[in-house]
């Protein structure tokens, strides 16, 4: 029995998993709460990746109620999220989102549309970025074996800008 463990443990390793058993949701806490306590982050900064580990990240990187091991997480996986992101708000869960939302209830109509249904490239290029730094610190941390970089896809959506006033205006 000692001798196939052994093997299972050299079989893990080979593979490119640690032999930590750490789940995606526990190690961006960290990560998380390190980054504050390191006092790198704004308050802008550490809203929006709050924000968006909640609405997205710890979303997709779950499967049955659980968050994924950092084992189970490879550049195929990862890089699934831009694509899973892209098509967000047509999803099921999405649409819902976009018809309901509690805090319009007493006004004419309770969708938003504060939300872009496609998101702009720079809003991916922001998500790659921050997963980026999250799975370099997990390869860093010896949580994961092997570091794979994501790389945003461009949509050929133009990211536009407010209208601004002229200076005749």
């Known amino acids: 029995m000692q001798k196939k463990s052994t093997y299972i443990l050299h079989s893990a390793i080979r593979l490119g998993h640690t032999l930590d058993e750490y789940k995606f949701a526990q190690h961006w806490n960290e990560w998380?709460?390190?980054?504050?306590?390191?006092g790198i982050c704004t308050?802008?900064?550490k809203k929006w990746h709050?924000?968006?580990?909640?609405?997205?990240?710890s979303e997709y990187f779950t499967r049955n109620n659980k968050s994924l091991l950092l084992n189970d997480i490879n550049g195929s996986v990862a890089n699934g999220y831009l694509q899973w992101r892209?098509?967000?708000?047509d999803s099921e869960k999405g649409k819902a989102l976009i018809k309901y939302n509690p805090k319009r209830r007493n006004f004419k109509t309770t969708s938003t549309s504060n939300t872009s249904k496609l998101p702009s490239n720079k809003t991916l290029?922001?998500?790659?970025?921050?997963?980026?730094?999250?799975f370099y610190d997990a390869f860093g941390n010896g949580r994961i074996q092997q570091v794979f970089k994501l790389k945003a896809p461009s949509l050929g959506n133009s990211d536009s800008q407010r209208a601004s006033f002229t200076e005749e205006e």
């Open 32 to 38: 998380f709460k390190r980054k504050i306590k390191e």
């Open 43 to 45: 308050e802008s900064r």
């Open 50 to 57: 709050y924000n968006y580990f909640n609405r997205y990240f």
């Open 86 to 89: 892209i098509n967000y708000w």
């Open 125 to 134: 290029k922001m998500e790659q970025s921050a997963l980026n730094q999250i």
